[in-house]
């Protein structure tokens, strides 16, 4: 609306604008003129015309800019004005509670209990004040008998805690009224214990390229929010400057404090798909040289010469300029990385099967079909500013960004380069469970030599006497059989436990029988429609029983609060759901469970089953297309008590190939972890 009333031509784009700024509403004076002191007023959000109102963003940013440019004299060349408008957007009240402490614990010595309370959109929120009683399930020296949560404060951290007895440890947090508001993480007590779990998401951004509020309060939320032990931050590299390459070494290098949080400076290499595609580098020190895919979004050309316009070339510089200490995962996100194409063993050490993308096993299994060695990282890729805790929102993001766990003997840089360069890691897919506790190992019939690094890669590569691998770990068995001895401890019950030899599924254990099965049917969908940007796979439908009577139905990765599961009368479920490479679905508890059919309706299937048939082994629909996609159908137990699993199996490695034994862990709650491999040689390929 204009104050001297000129006709206005308004116009509303997604991508209309250079990013990050491409929502663009632009608004044209189609009639009359404006002199100074005339105004235009734009009112957003209201509804007493009949307007839907609007959504703002579900993540908190302390400024939120409505960036306002103008084109004074018609040309085309639009000018920001000088002042902006802004808001702060802040978190809503409390909806759920976090408590951590760490996966590993040494007996006798301190370690901290951290708590939070979070919105409905996963914002930590300063709202919250409740007398929280802990109990816990052996003596723990200095923790108080309740806990005072302030409001104002987004955390609260109990230091000084001690634990003696090994084993288990289990926290529950209690209301006044008695009812259970968190559980702790899983976690482990043990005389010195040769190496920690800590936990880390190395891939993010901040507001100075894609990502939301600064550097300094991305690193923040990480250590203080999200309860890391290891951070990085992965701008694009064709929108980051000279001057914010420098500032953000200076960051990092602030952050970064042994034994607390640990930080690694490093950037993302953004070429297109084409060009090899995303890939994360990692430096174990600052002020190193930034060798950009492109100066696409950077004015300043004066160090274009640095730049490698193929992730095959990237590799070649760091070879040329002998810098053998950098690190580099292979990504999926919009620009998805194709190692096929391009792959360099000695710089790049993981690939990245999970973040706020998605799911994406097929990585994995590229680099499998390629021979490389490779370690199974998880990360975010948030742009939300929320590292190590980034749900998706609304829109068409359906998962929450991953994380790493990473087992080394100390919190240090240094421990942690040493640690990926090793593979000793495993990838979860992050969210209220994802702080699984997980230990593969594998002893053997026969002699066998580990490598410490990969013989592939390195002449004459130093090698020592193994009796056990854990994994990551490159081991020659010229005969014998494996053992393989695997272990989880999970917030959420254990739905089944996948062992792998590369590219074949070798087990599927339930931690249940068949015997045990009860009135649970679960109903997962899953996939996605290809490997690049736009991957989302629409699930929107129902489900219908046309005897059987739904007396309960839990959903299951229901993360997009924009999302829902609803039970429309005792035979008939509706949802919207998407998925991209990850699962979602519900588990529903019936009367009558084996009894007539469950009728599915959805875009890619549209099937009915006999309840009577979905029994133990899983019912698959197959829609694939382009990558795996469908809908499973299986039955559970009525109870489900397996939260801790150990297995051991038995493993024959194959002559002639490369045996990469990896374990991946399927929780009832929808939560995964996967193992990096141990990689088992018959014969050394060098």
């Known amino acids: 609306m204009a104050s001297n009333n000129a006709v206005l031509q308004t116009r509303f784009d997604p991508k209309g604008n250079i990013r990050p700024w491409d929502r663009t509403l632009q608004i044209k004076i189609v009639k009359g003129f404006m002199k100074e002191g005339d105004t235009i007023t734009v009112r957003f959000g209201v509804t007493d015309h009949g307007g839907p109102g609007m959504r703002l963003q579900t993540f908190c940013e302390s400024r939120y800019e409505f960036r306002v440019l103008v084109d004074p004299i018609a040309t085309y060349n639009f000018q920001t004005l000088a002042e902006q408008p802004a808001i702060s957007i802040v978190p809503g009240v409390p909806e759920a509670w976090v408590a951590v402490v760490p996966s590993t614990i040494a007996s006798g010595e301190p370690f901290a209990l951290k708590i939070k309370a979070e919105d409905t959109w996963g914002n930590p929120t300063n709202k919250a004040s409740m007398t929280l009683t802990p109990k816990a399930n052996q003596p723990i020296e200095n923790l108080p008998d309740t806990i005072d949560v302030v409001e104002g404060k987004f955390t609260t951290v109990l230091d000084g805690l001690i634990a003696k007895d090994n084993g288990p440890l289990e926290i529950a947090l209690h209301a006044p009224d008695g009812s259970v508001v968190t559980n702790c993480n899983p976690a482990d007590v043990a005389d010195n214990p040769p190496r920690m779990s800590f936990w880390g998401d190395l891939h993010g951004q901040s507001d100075e390229t894609l990502?939301?509020?600064?550097?300094a309060d991305y690193f923040t939320f990480g250590r203080d929010k999200a309860f890391l032990d290891a951070c990085a931050h992965q701008g694009n590299d064709f929108q980051m400057t000279d001057a914010f390459w420098k500032d953000l070494n200076k960051v990092t290098a602030h952050f970064n404090q042994d034994g607390e949080f640990v930080t690694l400076p490093g950037y993302e290499w953004s070429g297109n798909t084409a060009l090899g595609g995303d890939r994360n580098v990692f430096f174990p020190v600052e002020g190193r040289t930034m060798r950009r895919s492109s100066h696409a979004l950077i004015e300043d050309r004066s160090d274009v010469g640095t730049d490698c316009h193929t992730a095959g070339e990237l590799f070649e510089a760091f070879a040329?300029?002998?810098e053998w200490d950098v690190i580099c995962f292979a990504h999926c996100g919009g620009r998805y990385a194709d190692i096929t194409m391009a792959h360099d063993g000695r710089f790049e050490k993981s690939v990245?099967?999970?973040s706020a993308w998605g799911t994406f096993e097929w990585i994995v299994q590229d680099a499998f079909k390629s021979g490389y060695r490779v370690g199974i990282i998880g990360n975010s890729d948030g742009h939300k500013g929320r590292p190590g805790a980034s749900y998706p929102g609304a829109g068409w993001f359906g998962?929450?960004?991953?994380l790493t766990c990473f087992l080394m003997p100390e919190l240090t840089r240094e421990g942690l380069i040493d640690c990926i360069n090793a593979r000793h890691h495993y990838a979860t897919t992050g969210g209220p469970s994802g702080r699984v506790r997980m230990d593969v190992t594998a002893t053997f019939d026969g002699p066998a030599t580990q490598y410490l690094d990969d013989p592939l890669l390195t002449a004459d590569c130093a090698n020592k006497p193994c009796e056990v691998a854990m994994m990551g770990?490159?081991?020659?068995?010229?005969?014998g059989d494996v053992h393989l001895n695997m272990s989880v401890d999970a917030a959420s019950p254990v739905r089944r436990i996948d062992i792998f030899n590369g590219l074949d599924h070798l087990v599927c254990h339930r931690p249940?029988?068949?015997?045990?099965?009860?009135?649970?049917?679960?109903?997962?969908?899953?996939?996605?429609?290809y490997r690049g940007r736009f991957r989302a796979v629409p699930w929107d439908g129902t489900a219908i029983f046309d005897k059987a009577t739904i007396t309960s139905a839990v959903p299951v990765n229901f993360f997009n609060r924009d999302k829902t599961l609803d039970l429309k009368d005792g035979t008939e479920l509706e949802w919207q759901s998407v998925t991209t490479g990850n699962f979602a679905g519900f588990v529903a508890d019936l009367n009558d469970s084996t009894t007539g059919d469950i009728k599915l309706s959805t875009t890619l299937v549209n099937e009915s089953v006999a309840l009577a048939d979905i029994g133990y082994e899983d019912t698959v629909l197959d829609a694939s297309d382009i990558l795996p996609r469908g809908i499973r159908l299986f039955r559970l137990p009525d109870d489900n008590p397996h939260t801790s699993v150990r297995i051991e199996r038995t493993l024959s490695p194959q002559s002639g190939r490369d045996n990469p034994f990896y374990v991946r862990v399927t929780l009832e709650d929808g939560t995964q972890a996967w193992s990096s491999p141990i990689y088992v040689l018959r014969e050394i390929m060098a």
Request: glycine residues 16%.
């Open 399 to 402: 998962a929450v960004g991953g």
């Open 352 to 354: 990245e099967v999970h």
């Open 473 to 479: 770990d490159i081991v020659h068995l010229p005969s």
């Open 512 to 529: 249940y029988s068949e015997e045990d099965l009860g009135n649970r049917i679960g109903v997962l969908w899953e996939g996605a429609e």
């Open 211 to 215: 990502g939301t509020n600064s550097a």
């Open 320 to 322: 040329e300029n002998k």
